[in-house]
């Protein structure tokens, strides 16, 4: 069983940064895709973006492209999502999530095994 807890999630000023972090625990994180998605008030959860297990690529949504990046720690078993120039819109709770599977396109939820239970981020304008 896989158990992940997200952290880093606060308040700040559009422009600003901040890093949320997953720790990762029963399972190596490297065994995943690991991704943050993203749910706003009253919106269905959103795919932000992804790291695969074996090649360590990247994919984002078209909406953070550019401003938010990826990473993962393996010694630390923990996952990173640095997020720069922040607007109001990126307001929302954001978890973060591993999939077993070895195909998909990674953007769905349901793609997904395991979950965090969030952090929220508030970006004020």
């Known amino acids: 069983q896989v158990q992940l807890a997200e952290s880093g999630g606060g308040l700040v000023q559009a422009g600003g940064s901040l890093r949320l972090s997953c720790a990762v625990s029963g399972r190596t994180a490297s065994s995943y895709q690991m991704a943050w998605f993203r749910q706003a008030p009253g919106k269905e959860r959103e795919f932000v973006v992804v790291?695969?297990?074996?090649?360590?690529?990247?994919m984002s949504s078209a909406s953070v492209k550019g401003r938010f990046t990826i990473s993962r720690d393996n010694a630390k078993n923990t996952v990173y999502l640095q997020m720069n120039s922040l607007k109001p819109e990126d307001t929302a709770v954001y978890y973060c999530a591993a999939s077993g599977r070895a195909s998909g396109t990674f953007r769905m939820a349901y793609e997904y095994d395991y979950w965090g239970q969030g952090t929220q981020v508030t970006v004020s304008s």
């Open positions: 790291i695969f297990r074996e090649i360590s690529n990247t």
